[in-house]
């Protein structure tokens, strides 16, 4: 009975075994980036999706290969579609949850100390709407804040 030791397989020939296995696995993330595409696609009929499938399938290699030939540049403009859709989806549901009434109160100090760093109001102004803001009487009740008192 023979024992491997470390120099009964070269280091070139585990770099070549690494490289060969991590390409293996990029072609199945690859594989199944193409499936999600295939079903993702709404232009596409169920035939031509069924077609692809099956080409994708019974002809891997091949099949990737002409569908990102064929495909690929519309397969990244429909990811993007996703991923935009996806967010207005988390933003209309942040914004839901998050109340439909008016901007907080984070927001309206944070355009008070906009107008503050402008010099359109004082400082005095400033604390005066502040202090309604933290009330909760919002600051565009603010008599010092209106329009009359903007400086230019």
């Known amino acids: 009975m023979s024992t491997y030791l ?6 070139l020939s585990v770099f070549w075994s690494m490289l060969w296995f991590f390409l293996w696995i990029m072609w199945f993330v690859l594989l199944f980036r193409i499936v999600v595409d295939i079903f993702r696609d709404d232009d596409m009929s169920g035939w ?9 399938i019974f ?3 091949l099949g990737v290969f002409v569908y990102v ?4 540049k519309n397969m990244g ?5 996703q991923a935009r859709a996806q967010q207005q989806e988390f933003d209309s549901y942040i914004r839901k949850t998050a109340g439909s009434g008016g901007s907080s109160s984070v927001d309206e100090l944070a355009r008070l100390s906009e107008i503050r760093a402008r ?8 604390a005066r709407a502040k202090d309604m ?14 329009a009359g008192s903007q400086q230019h």
């Open 77 to 81: 403009r429909r990811e993007v579609a």
């Open 59 to 61: 002809l891997p290699f």
């Open 119 to 126: 010099g359109d109001i004082t400082d005095q102004e400033f």
């Open 69 to 72: 030939i064929a495909r690929g």
């Open 48 to 56: 031509g999706k069924a077609g692809w499938l099956a080409f994708v």
């Open 6 to 11: 470390a120099y009964d397989y070269p280091l």
């Open 133 to 146: 803001v933290l009330s909760g009487h919002g600051a565009t009740s603010s008599p010092g804040v209106g």
